[in-house]
């Protein structure tokens, strides 16, 4: 059995709802990484990903700079516990139609776990695996 703290990214931004969508845009770009996670307060509350802050930003707002992030997150919230094996998160994932789930500690976020790092563990030849893998573009 994998435990997710094994494979998981560590040191997850989590921010405040009422972050702007640019404010959420510049860290998951100084990052490096497609999703923060939304706070209300200490509470995870749901997680806002760079589709979603297209797709439900960008194209929903005529004025972008004034959209928080809690209003384009997605609030159905998956999570699982550091010690939870790979393969029941997967199984969560693959039931809710989710690419990442929070990984969350006494209620404290502590990682995030996608697809694409389940395919590095299950499936390493794999082209999902290949892309999780490679290095980000500059």
């Known amino acids: 059995m994998t435990a997710l703290r094994e494979l998981m990214a560590h040191d997850p931004v989590a921010l405040p709802g009422s972050t702007t969508l640019r404010q959420a845009a510049q860290r998951m770009r100084d990052r490096d990484i497609g999703a923060v996670l939304v706070l209300d307060g200490d509470e995870v509350v749901g997680i806002a990903t760079d589709r ?3 797709v439900r930003g960008v194209a929903d707002h005529d004025d972008v700079a004034a959209v ?4 384009v997150c997605t609030r159905l919230l998956i999570t699982a516990g550091p010690d939870d ?4 998160a997967v199984t969560r994932m693959r039931e809710a139609a989710v690419r990442r ?3 969350l500690e006494d209620g404290r976020p502590v990682g995030v776990f996608s697809l694409g790092d389940a395919a590095l563990e299950q499936d390493p030849g ?3 695996a290949d892309i999780s893998a490679a290095p ?3």
């Open 52 to 54: 979603d802050i297209v």
């Open 68 to 71: 928080r992030v809690d209003e």
């Open 85 to 88: 094996d790979v393969d029941t």
């Open 101 to 103: 789930i929070a990984v």
């Open 126 to 128: 794999s082209a999902l």
């Open 136 to 138: 980000a573009d500059s």
